[in-house]
């Protein structure tokens, strides 16, 4: 007898290990799949729901919870919870329950395996006094604890409504992906980081360009009312002066007058620089007329200025944007013609205002020789950073690029905007 039972022996041995060599097969695809949704980075929520769904589909487990430390208020969130078997109208509702029953460290099976960073596995949770009851016909229990290096900062915990229903190898598995779930939120909290000095950063580079323009203003406003109305009195008083001196005599000599006139050319000429300036500091006509009429004197300026011809090309009639907004585009589209003037070498300038529905489009095309994309990744490009962070605080968006067959397109668009077309 004992000869025959043998073979019989042999056969479920082998079909034993296949059983186990195929529940491993599964768990190396739990843990790939895992690695993937890892590599791809996906946020924290949906990283822990794809490790909870594989567990669920590829090894046959009923509930699967991610639990994460609010490092704020100390107590315990739920990340992610299994909604298997539930109707898609009761799976918020089944979160919400979820998350009551472990409140604060300590509390319950996963409260403790945070607590003390220690991994439970149990296969009869009813004999365990901090077992937190949610579902009576659950039986064992394998809960892992998260970490970042040596802190303890959530759980991932799995049951089952079979007894005795998780090994030593299940263990491991879970383990492995508490190590992913730990990566996973390390790169979320990093992310996060990052996002939240990106923040800070524009708020302060907005900030820097709101004093800056306010201090243009102010120096504009100083300089056209104390300087240009003490040059505008120095004029009165030589005019007031030359009357005062001799005519010129009939051998040619201007005598006087003539000195006087040079000095009334000069102050001429400094009224003219002085009036330049203010318009630099903070153009008049931006305030009093508006943005599209700034433009269009800009582009005037410009032709005037560098001897490039420069067409200004608006089929918008009128726009209602914050003065904040105006000031932030009219410098973003200034800084584009100074690069143009300073590094294009062009012989044609073309400024272009569009609007489609809420959204502004401006572009600055030029036909120059074009910019170079290394050029404008540069830390030492301050002019396009500057556009940058203008861009930034209004909430834009900014493209530069070589245009067909030479040349270099600035485009920005400014979404949000009350704007109405030119009537044809």
């Excluded at 769904?53 to 487990?61: I, P, S, V």
């Excluded at 500091?281 to 508006?290: E, K, M, V, W, Y």
Aim: aromatic residues 4%; negative net charge; charged residues 25%.
């Amino acid at each position: 007898m004992l000869k025959r039972a043998l073979p019989g022996k042999r056969v479920t041995a082998n079909i034993r290990r296949a059983e186990e060599f195929e529940a491993r097969a599964r768990a190396l695809e739990v843990l790939h799949r895992a690695g993937e949704a890892l590599r791809q980075r996906e946020p924290v929520k949906r990283f822990g729901e794809s490790i909870i769904k594989e567990l669920e589909q590829q090894l046959a487990w009923q509930r699967g919870s991610v639990w994460r430390v609010n490092q704020s208020t100390g107590a315990l969130e739920l990340i992610a919870h299994s909604d298997k078997g539930l109707a898609p109208e009761n799976v918020e509702e089944e979160f919400a329950r979820v998350k009551t029953l472990v409140p604060r460290l300590g509390c319950g099976i996963t409260g403790w395996v945070v607590l003390h960073g220690a991994t439970v596995r149990l296969g009869r949770v009813a004999d365990d006094p901090r077992y937190a009851s949610a579902d009576p016909e659950i039986q064992s229990e394998l809960c892992v604890p998260i970490k970042i290096e040596d802190r303890t900062i959530g759980a991932l915990n799995i049951e089952s409504r079979l007894a005795d229903a998780f090994d030593e190898y299940d263990e491991l598995l879970v383990e492995t992906l508490a190590s992913g779930m730990g990566l996973a939120i390390l790169n979320a909290e990093l992310v996060d980081e990052l996002n939240t000095s990106k923040a800070r950063y524009r708020a302060l580079a907005t900030r820097l360009q709101a004093v800056r323009e306010e201090e243009r203003t102010i120096l504009a406003r100083e300089i056209h009312d104390e300087l240009g109305q003490s040059l505008a009195a120095l004029k009165l008083g030589l005019w007031s002066l030359k009357t005062c001196l001799p005519t010129p005599d009939s051998s040619g000599s201007t005598g006087g007058q003539g000195k006087v006139d040079k000095i009334i050319d000069l102050v001429d000429v400094t009224m003219l620089a002085t009036t330049r300036l203010v318009a630099k500091l903070r153009p008049a006509i931006l305030d009093d007329l508006g943005l599209l009429d700034a433009l269009s004197w800009q582009a005037r300026e410009f032709r005037k200025t560098t001897g490039i011809s420069c067409e200004f090309d608006c089929t918008v009639a009128e726009v209602v944007v914050a003065p904040e907004r105006a000031t932030a585009i009219f410098r973003i589209l200034q800084e584009a013609l100074t690069n143009v003037a300073r590094h294009a070498n062009a012989t044609k300038v073309r400024l272009v205002v569009r609007a489609e529905a809420a959204t502004l489009l401006f572009e600055v095309n030029d036909d120059g020789h074009g910019v170079p994309p290394d050029v404008l990744e540069r830390s030492s490009s301050f002019g396009v950073l500057g556009m940058r962070e203008r861009v930034d605080g209004i909430g834009g968006e900014l493209s530069i690029g070589a245009v067909h067959p030479h040349g270099t397109c600035v485009r920005l668009t400014v979404k949000n905007v009350e704007c109405s077309p030119a009537v044809a």
